[in-house]
């Protein structure tokens, strides 16, 4: 029986790691497959103005002085600046903020995301040395700071909030340039990571997320580079159904909890507004019960119907008037999206009319009054017994 359940649960393993996707970006074509090179407020980075900028190259640098530029992490090709050159902005030169920002993606939390990187005098120990700043959250930010300053790495931004939610840094002086005579450490890419923990708020919940590289900094040996990018989703043109805010092809209760959450924190994100009336209110939870999922108010086990087993349910989950704050979902009775279950809760649910008529669309007769008393009389007595015991 052991060797069995080892067996099944190696095997669900496998299972959840086949359904896992990995986006990755090699650059290996000599494009930026889809980067585009921005200033801070998304426009395109004025190439013709600036000195500089990122191209992806597989040629072979000799910088001089007895130095190489690393090769590529995978394949031929890895982005670098273009013209080769210190970055250090002086002497009439002008010097943009570079960011190179991803194509969209959504998380589903498989993983770490990773750049390989060389180059930067900001590492992760002070990666904002010149200004004590701590990791900007508003791409904005970088108009205020266009050279001059430590800010060296990436970040995913929340597309929709235009929000900086996690930051990478590179950890060690790895310039890149191979030498014999060098530290080790230094001839190196390092692999910079946003571990899945921190990218797990942020999974699964249908937002769009893109990858900024920003290189803000002017001054010495102040540039960056970057190979290999991978990152723990699918890409951002695969669009969940309305109301299935997970992405798993189902509108579950966990969807309905969702969206209750979100109508009672004011959190206005477009997937939210489902009748597109453009604010996120109950409203929206009676289209996902009625139009989406097309069932009623009370529908706990969300087979269609709302009858005696949806009450057994909801009842056995014993988190009736619990005193327990927001720890009821849609599947334990909280059915008008306040997180309790309570007696308000029933009368969302008996007053949209639903109890016993069977499947919408579905001819049945109503039952009387009177029975659903009844029904309502041993539920609330059968939930008043379990607290006493």
Known sequence: MKRLLGVLCFSLLLADLAQADTIVYGFDDGTFQ????????GSPFPVDDSDISWIPSSETIDIGDGFSLLTATSGDYRVIPDPWATRDCLGGAFCYTQI???PTFQLDGSGDLT?????GAARADVPFDSLGEEAPTDPDFFNEFKDGTGFQGFAVLDVEANEYVAHGFSSGENDGKARATDPAYRAVWDTVTIPQADLAPFANNGKEYRVD??????????W??????TIPGT?????NDPGDFDGNGLLEAADINALSTAVATGDMASQFDLDGNGSVEDADRTFWVNDL??????DANLDGEFNSSDLVTVFTAGQYEDGVADNSGWAEGDWNGDG????SDFVVAFGAGGYEIGPKGAVSSVPEPNALIMVMAGLLGMAATRRRR
């Open 293 to 298: 999922r097309n069932t009623y108010f009370g």
């Open 34 to 41: 889809g980067w585009e090179q921005v200033l801070p407020d």
């Open 213 to 222: 590289i920003f290189d803000s900094f002017s001054g010495g040996w102040g």
């Open 235 to 239: 890409n951002g043109d695969v669009q």
């Open 224 to 229: 960056i580079g970057f190979d290999t990018v």
């Open 115 to 119: 750049i390989d990187m060389i180059g």
């Open 340 to 343: 309790e279950f309570d007696s």
């Open 100 to 102: 190179l920002r991803s």
